[in-house]
């Protein structure tokens, strides 16, 4: 009885989306339309677990993909492709209560 309480309290901690969300086992990322596009140009350069930690709106990963592309030598995608990275992330990844910490204001580093 003490088990089943158990399991179930930790169910209930676990957030919505993660329920029945399936994710690739190879990169932990959620399985839905444009997944494939993102483990083709996002695996080569990091992580799958840098995508899966971060989270932002549909400009934020947009100005991420920028700054990749203009800094750290990330090829220009096509429109098209660039367009379902971003709706997938948009709507796998968004802001949300969990995930990482904003950076430290300039104002506010020693």
């Known amino acids: 009885m003490r088990r089943s309480i158990r ?7 676990l957030p919505f989306g993660a329920l ?10 959620v399985v839905e339309a444009g997944w494939e596009d993102v483990r083709a140009h996002c695996g080569s350069c990091h992580s799958f677990r840098l995508v899966t930690l971060q989270r932002a709106d549909r400009t ?35 802001p949300g209560k969990y995930g990482r910490r904003p950076p430290i204001a300039p104002e506010l580093m020693p």
């Open 7 to 13: 399991a179930v309290a930790l169910i209930a901690c």
């Open 20 to 29: 029945g969300a399936e994710t690739d086992p190879d990169t932990g990322l």
């Open 60 to 94: 934020g990963w947009r100005a991420m993909i920028r700054w990749m592309q203009e800094t750290q030598n990330f090829w220009m995608l096509p429109p098209d492709v660039e367009q379902r990275i971003l709706d997938y992330l948009a709507a796998n990844y968004p």
